[in-house]
């Protein structure tokens, strides 16, 4: 999960995904798949790798 641990906020630099630049917050992660869990707003919520996110300042 590298340096992101839950609650930190973080902005989606994957620019092939449909979040791209999409500001959310890591809410779960998934060690058997090394999978990320960030909430968008609300209800929305998706998993990533840790190369498709940045922490956000």
């Known amino acids: 999960m590298g340096n992101l641990k839950i609650g930190t906020m973080v902005t989606v ?3 092939a995904d449909v979040m791209k630049k999409q500001i ?3 809410v779960y992660f998934d060690k ?6 960030v909430r968008f707003g609300g209800q929305q919520q998706l998993y990533y790798a840790l ?3 940045k922490e956000y300042q």
């Open 13 to 15: 630099v994957d620019e």
């Open 24 to 26: 959310g917050v890591v």
């Open 32 to 37: 058997k798949r090394d999978k990320i869990l």
């Open 51 to 53: 190369n498709q996110l």
